[in-house]
């Protein structure tokens, strides 16, 4: 059974810094990406960054609002994927959630098959 469970949200002023981590456990990395998204109140769950390994590469994939702030990265000893977030601003606020299971480079939350129950980033202005 597929278990993800993400931890390090919390509260920051705008231009802060969080990282989030994503410990996986009955999953294998191989053929699917991981990756992490976000919903804030009133709007539609968005794809932030997911990666993939395959053919002893990684390939990282960021959505337009969060490139060159965020940094996704994945420990396969620790069965852990984390994501970085930079100069957060308050649009950034949101429920970030942690998934796996989709294809390679799809930042589309209905493509991705498992999901962890959430973790809270707010940032204030």
């Known amino acids: 059974q597929v278990q993800l469970v993400e931890s390090g949200g919390g509260s920051v002023q705008a231009g802060g810094s969080l990282r989030l981590s994503c410990a996986a456990s009955g999953y294998t990395y191989s053929s699917n990406c991981m990756g992490w998204f976000r919903q804030a109140p009133g709007k539609e769950r968005e794809g932030v960054a997911t990666i993939f390994t395959g053919g002893g590469a990684t390939y990282k994939y960021y959505g337009a609002s969060v490139k060159g702030r965020f940094t996704i990265s994945l420990d396969n000893a620790k069965n852990t994927v984390y994501l970085q977030m930079n100069s957060l601003k308050p649009e950034d606020t949101a429920l970030y959630y942690c998934?796996?299971?989709?294809?390679?480079?799809?930042?589309?939350?209905?493509?991705?098959?498992?999901w962890g129950q959430g973790t809270q980033v707010t940032v204030s202005s």
């Open positions: 998934a796996a299971g989709g294809p390679e480079g799809s930042l589309d939350p209905r493509r991705y098959n498992y």
